[in-house]
């Protein structure tokens, strides 16, 4: 079946870096992205979403890309700190349906 | 915290017990929506509910599942006899409308022993 799924089960960085985590997705008709970041223990917490008809958002820290010709989905944190390590995921919403179908996450860790 | 509450946070309960969780929507948002978190996995939806009405269930969602939001602000999520592999985190998320951001509360962990 169609889904959102992510590339990197894990990744590392150092204090300081840029972190990309990309998302692979399915379902041409998705015309609705969201990035969520989770802490251990808690719920997921929105970080910043794109609709089909952008290809770059960018918010504070963050940028979106999305390139539907390939159906690819990234997040980028600029200037990586100890507080962005969480897992992170993708999610998406299609024919603004009422569900949101998340990718399996990926863990970024923070090297100080 | 973004305004979604759920009580218990966690519950650990004996196979074949009932179990009840509530959520608490952000107050304006009339769109309630309960997933299931399994370790290291993504949320799955379960359902939907616009104000009072439950629009959409998935397949996830046995006859063992029933949700409610009888005035169209909280939401009960039940669990009737239990099994062990009802044990995950149950998130509600509430929105202002389709297709806006989903804010998720904390989740209630539930462990079946």
């Known amino acids: 079946g169609e889904s959102v799924g992510l590339h990197l089960p894990t990744l590392s960085v150092q204090e300081g870096d840029n972190s990309i985590i990309n998302c692979a997705y399915s379902?041409?008709?998705?015309?609705?992205f969201i990035w969520y970041k989770q802490e251990s223990g808690k719920g997921p917490q929105f970080i910043i979403d794109i609709r089909s008809n952008m290809d770059k958002r960018q918010g504070q820290r963050v940028t979106v890309l999305l390139n539907k010709t390939v159906k690819h989905l990234s997040l980028q944190i600029a200037a990586t700190q100890p507080g962005d390590s969480a897992v992170y995921f993708c999610?998406?919403?299609?024919?603004?349906?009422?569900?949101?179908?998340f990718g399996g996450g990926t863990r970024l860790m923070v090297k100080p | 915290d973004t305004g979604v509450s759920q009580d218990p946070r966690h519950k650990i309960t004996k196979r074949g017990q009932n179990v009840t969780f509530r959520c608490d929507p952000i107050?304006?948002?009339?769109?309630l929506y309960w997933y299931r978190q399994t370790l290291g996995q993504g949320p799955e939806f379960l359902t939907y509910f616009q104000n009072e009405a439950q629009l959409e269930k998935s397949r996830l969602l046995s006859d063992r599942f029933s949700a409610e939001r009888p005035k169209g602000s909280f939401s009960t999520l039940e669990i009737q006899r239990t099994e062990q592999g009802d044990s995950a985190m149950y998130l509600c998320?509430?929105?202002?409308?389709?297709?806006?951001?989903?804010?998720f509360g904390p989740g209630t962990r539930l462990t079946v022993t």
């Open positions: 998320a509430s929105s202002l409308a389709q297709g806006n951001e989903q804010y």
């Open positions: 107050s304006e948002h009339n769109r």
């Open positions: 999610a998406e919403n299609y024919n603004a349906g009422n569900m949101l179908t």
């Open positions: 379902n041409s008709a998705s015309d609705y």
